[in-house]
Structure formats: structure tokens, C-alpha cells
């Protein structure tokens, strides 16, 4: 390794959140601040947005070349909707990008009812003008995982409270060497129980690898690639 090699681990922390829902699904209390309420209908939905800053290595023309992607949560997940025993259910997606996602209802649903971004088709059930936005090429999506949580009957209290257990994990991150200046971290908060609460823990999402200096043409090119990517968005 080379003395201008640095091994770095990039780390993009999000706080927990607790909501409470009344029988149409309307949200009423949101206990833990830092998360956006997109919430329409019946459908909950959350998201937070931090940025890992690499413009200090962008300036020294030095990319990041990740080795893997680790998620590490504070807690269980937790949920009281005892009076809507067939929709007990919560997603927890974390995504780190190289271009910035678009931040509205009908796309971070997407993401969360049906499946990840940056496959050629997205899903089966999804109009032409829908599965456009799953158009966004892998390379830029460094780090992705969705968690489905669901109701746990061997935890569950009286009033049907309980520890929710993880009945679906899917990873599908492209683990791409970047030249960006930035990294967009989010987390999005879907569920559609009604009547009643539930809360997430704190997460964290950590990124190990190199901060590195290429030979000028790959760098030019990866730099290249960059932007046309970000031009996708």
C-alpha cells in the first residue's frame, strides 16, 4: 500500500423515530424529530437524509474504493397495533448513493412496497412512467438493504405490543468505487398499520475500504462516469 493509500471507514448515523397512527391511519404523534412525514391515506412513511462529505478528497483527485457495506441497529423495532392484526408490518430501507434520490411520496413508496432501485424492470405490477424511477444505474447506489419487520406473537403483551422479528432482509448494493464529493444516506420508514405505534432504533450504515489516487486517466474517467450518473437523476 502505497503512502498515498488511506484506510478509511465511512460511517452515516440516523436517530430513531416513534409514531403514532389513529384508526384511519392518519399520524398524530411523531415522539423523535430529524425524519421528513411523507404520510398519505393509510400508508406511514418516513425518511432521513444525511450526507457523508468526500470533498476534501475530490480536491486531492482521490477516489474511495469500498470493500463492503454493514448496518449496525441500537435496538429492536417495535410496534403496538393490536386492532389491525393484518397489517402489522414496518420497512426499514437504508441507502447510500453517490446522486441524491428523489425525496417524494411516490417514489420512497415504491421503494419500500415493491423493490429497490436500480434494477431494469423494478416490478411486474409497475406502469412504463412508474418503473422509470428504478432507472437509476447500480453503480451509483453503493449500499443498499431493506428490512421487513412484522409482528412477533411469542413477544406480544395484552394489548399487542411486541418486539417485531425480521421475516424479509434483501441487500442488493453495488459496492461501486465513487469519485464524488459526497455520499446521500438515507432512511425510509414505511408501514401501513393503523391504530396504534410503533418505533426503530438508532442505525448506523458503515462503508470500509480505500481513499486512493489513481493514474489520471481512470481518474477522469471515473470522474466522468460521476457526473453522468448524477445527470441521470
Excluded at 110 to 134: E, K, R
Excluded at 155 to 169: E, K, L, M, P, Q
Amino acid at each position: 500500500m502505497s503512502e498515498e493509500d488511506m484506510q478509511r471507514t465511512l460511517v452515516a448515523e440516523f436517530g430513531p423515530l416513534s409514531w403514532e397512527t389513529d384508526r384511519d391511519g392518519v399520524v398524530t404523534t411523531i415522539i423523535q424529530g430529524g425524519y421528513s412525514n411523507l404520510s398519505q391515506s393509510t400508508d406511514t412513511l418516513f425518511v432521513e437524509e444525511t450526507q457523508i462529505d468526500l470533498s476534501g478528497y475530490a480536491l486531492e483527485k482521490k477516489s474511495f474504493f469500498p470493500y463492503s457495506s454493514f448496518e449496525q441497529r441500537g435496538g429492536p423495532v417495535t410496534g403496538s397495533f393490536a386492532d389491525d392484526p393484518e397489517g402489522r408490518r414496518i420497512v426499514d430501507t437504508i441507502i447510500v448513493s453517490s446522486v441524491p434520490l428523489t425525496l417524494d411520496y411516490s417514489t420512497l413508496a415504491l421503494y419500500s412496497f415493491y423493490s429497490l432501485p436500480g434494477f431494469t424492470v423494478g416490478h411486474a405490477a409497475l406502469t412504463p412512467v412508474t418503473g422509470d424511477l428504478y432507472r437509476i444505474n447500480r453503480d451509483a447506489l453503493i449500499h443498499q438493504h431493506s428490512l421487513v419487520f412484522n409482528h412477533d406473537s411469542t413477544t406480544a403483551t395484552t394489548t399487542g405490543a411486541s418486539i417485531y422479528r425480521v421475516v424479509s432482509s434483501v441487500n442488493a448494493s453495488s459496492l461501486e468505487p465513487t469519485a464524488a464529493d459526497k455520499l446521500y444516506c438515507y432512511r425510509i420508514v414505511y408501514s401501513s398499520s393503523v391504530d396504534g405505534a410503533g418505533g426503530i432504533p438508532p442505525a448506523r450504515v458503515l462503508l470500509p475500504g480505500m481513499i486512493t489516487s489513481e493514474p489520471k486517466l481512470e481518474y477522469m474517467m471515473r470522474l466522468k462516469r460521476s457526473y453522468e450518473l448524477a445527470n441521470q437523476v
